[in-house]
T-cell receptor
Framework: GAGVSQSPSNKVTEKGKDVELRCDPI?????LYWYRQSLGQGLEFLIYFQGNSAPDKSGLPSDRFSAERTGGSVSTLTIQRTQQEDSAVYLC???????????????FGQGTRLTVV | AQSVTQLGSHVSVSEGALVLLRCNYSSSVPPYLFWYVQYPNQGLQLLLKYTTGATLVKGINGFEAEFKKSETSFHLTKPSAHMSDAAEYFC???????????FGTGTRLAVRP
């Protein structure tokens, strides 16, 4: 498709289980971001990939969270040993390569709603 | 470090009234500024952005925002609210092209008939 695609759209998991969330960015976009949206918390930055550079992991809340991006395209966010406070909507976005100031828009997917029970 | 402050987590206006959603930012370099809208159960959609040039930026659905460097503000306005404008609005800042966005906590806009 033409937009950012995330799967699954909804995920219910038991506390302590691992989960994987997938993001397919827009073709050709070199930047990819993961954000977390919790009720009343706004949008929290998690991790950022830009081309072949080392990812900016400064937003990951704990070592239970990790993400990878294979072949500069698809990204997977993994949460190990999930906790109830991990329940949130996880949003992925992508944007074109760095360049002219005009090319700055990030396009967001619909998100994955994660519920840890 | 960059940051965004949105004053008012909830704003309610009457249909046809002026919409004003406030956003103040801090950035160590000339900022890129954005407003995104999120309708219920949907992802974020870009309303408008400021990167360089004209400080009054027009976006979709009749919204506009003005970059005021002296006030470090980027308030969002619309002259006449419509029922379909009811949504959550997020202001965001980044420090370079394609860089990560730092978001405000959002303002939920309600439009009364």
């Amino acid at each position: 498709g033409a937009g950012v695609s995330q799967s699954p759209s909804n995920k219910v998991t038991e506390k302590g289980k691992d989960v994987e969330l997938r993001c397919d960015p827009i073709s050709g976009h070199t930047a990819l971001y993961w954000y977390r949206q919790s009720l009343g918390q706004g949008l929290e930055f998690l991790i950022y990939f830009q081309g072949n550079s080392a990812p900016d992991k400064s937003g990951l809340p704990s070592d239970r969270f990790s993400a990878e991006r294979t072949g500069g395209s698809v990204s997977t966010l993994t949460i190990q040993r999930t906790q109830q406070e991990d329940s949130a909507v996880y949003l992925c976005a992508s944007s074109p390569r760095q360049g002219a100031r005009g090319r700055t828009e990030a396009f967001f997917g619909q998100g994955t709603r994660l519920t840890v029970v | 470090a960059q940051s965004v402050t949105q004053l008012g987590s909830h704003v309610s206006v009457s249909e046809g009234a002026l919409v004003l959603l406030r956003c103040n930012y801090s950035s160590s370099v000339p900022p890129y500024l954005f407003w995104y809208v999120q309708y219920p159960n949907q992802g974020l959609q870009l309303l408008l952005k400021y990167t360089t040039g004209a400080t009054l930026v027009k976006g979709i659905n009749g919204f506009e925002a003005e970059f005021k460097k002296s006030e470090t503000s980027f308030h969002l306005t619309k002259p006449s609210a419509h029922m379909s404008d009811a949504a959550e609005y997020f202001c965001a800042v980044s420090e370079s092209s394609g860089d990560k966005l730092t978001f405000g906590t959002g303002t939920r806009l309600a439009v009364r008939p």
